[in-house]
């Protein structure tokens, strides 16, 4: 029966897997967004690579070309400025484990285990070194390639750094000259998913609330909010990308200019609305911790299940209205909304009135909590 359990699990994650496998698949050749500039960067990567070894081993034949196709995969990263801040990284780290490496191969005539113990313990606690950022543990590795190499000319050494130095112009110059990434989008994007993470979380909890069992879901509905701040973070490195996509690219001159990023104040507020949908479902599901707490009535929660059903539908409109081909006809419908949600938790005010001792404090709380969300959720002026 265990075994049963246990295959049935697995079959369901990798039905879960497949299902997001799928979606990006679809999403990255139907749609602009973050799945399709993966793939982009993601073939970039591989065109530097083979250039950068046609370039080293086909052409040039050089003893070392793994080196060169070997760095451009590192240096097609998801900025230009950050290619060019990684290759002036990792050149310096990779250069100075070859110079080390080799020195050590000099020094111990060619012994690799006496080589690698004058080497790796430097190298990795170098690797830590801050300067170098993620390119840090590139030193070690390069070592290990020179030294099991088995040679530690000066004439070897010179092809080393020479082929290093070649993947590096060659990742940076694909990453800045083809398709260079500008993460426009990614701003808006990533809002929109937050908006409707938001949406389908609210309708949820708003038909739960309606069945008999349904504040039993809480402890569910407060895990789904929690992660909601995943997807609040993920804005906020799309933020970060948007700023510095913009330096040193010309991708903006070059390729495309695209809508502008929404300002930076929506970051905020959908940072609070995220605070008080995790405080709803925390106050919900804390009704369950202690038997000593009287829930509140039914007909509470078909009132609070109508506000938050308002409130899901504007979270909906706001993800597309942020959406490349957002329609304005549907500002009319989120305004209306609103304006029902506040009639709802009007009504919502009477009810709780007729609630008493620990269901009239529950009650009280979670009115506080939706009413804030509403604020944070009013259209603007």
Not at 20 to 30: D, S, T
Not at 74 to 95: C, D, E, L
Not at 259 to 277: I, L, Y
Not at 297 to 313: I, K, N, T, W, Y
């Amino acid at each position: 029966m265990a075994r049963k359990v246990g295959w049935t699990t697995v079959r369901q994650w990798f039905g879960r897997e497949w299902a997001q496998v799928r979606r990006a698949v679809h999403n990255a050749f139907e749609e602009s967004g973050p799945e399709r500039d993966t793939l982009v960067q993601s073939l970039k990567a591989a065109a530097a690579a083979i250039a950068a070894w046609a370039l080293s081993g086909w052409w040039l034949q050089a003893p070392m070309a793994l080196l060169a196709p070997w760095t451009a995969l590192a240096m097609v990263s998801g900025t230009v400025y950050q290619s060019v801040r990684t290759g002036a990284q990792q050149f310096a780290v990779i250069a100075l484990g070859t110079v080390w490496a080799s020195a050590a191969m000099a020094l111990t005539r060619d012994q690799t285990m006496a080589a690698m113990l004058l080497t790796l313990p430097f190298m990795m606690l170098l690797g830590n070194y801050r300067r170098f950022g993620t390119q840090g543990i590139y030193g070690a590795t390069t070592a290990l390639f020179v030294i099991t190499a088995g040679s530690s000319s000066t004439s070897t050494v010179g092809h080393r750094l020479l082929e290093t130095l070649t993947g590096a112009v060659v990742g940076i110059l694909v990453n800045a000259l083809i398709l260079p990434p500008v993460h426009l989008r990614s701003v808006r994007d990533r809002l929109g998913r937050l908006a409707q993470e938001t949406a389908e979380l609210l309708d949820e909890m708003a038909c739960g609330l309606r069945e008999e069992d349904g504040p039993e879901k809480a402890e569910h509905w407060h895990l789904m909010a929690t992660r909601l701040t995943v997807s609040l973070q993920n804005v906020s490195d799309a933020r970060r990308w948007a700023l510095e996509g913009a330096r040193w690219n010309p991708g903006g001159r070059l390729r495309r200019t695209g809508p502008k990023p929404p300002p930076f104040a929506e970051d905020m507020r959908w940072g609070r609305v995220c605070t008080r949908v995790l405080a709803v479902t925390r106050t919900l599901s804390g009704t369950g911790d202690d038997p000593g707490l009287a829930k509140p009535s039914p007909g509470f929660f078909r009132g609070l299940s109508d506000v938050l059903e308002q409130a899901a539908h504007m979270c909906a409109v706001e993800s597309e209205l942020l959406a490349p081909a957002g329609a304005d006809t549907s500002r009319d419908g989120r305004d209306a909304a609103y304006r029902r949600a506040w009639d709802g938790l009007g009504a919502l005010t009477g009810t709780f009135h007729q609630e008493e001792g620990t269901a009239a404090a529950i009650a009280g709380e979670l009115m506080l909590e939706t009413r804030q969300l509403l604020t944070e959720l009013a259209p603007p002026e």
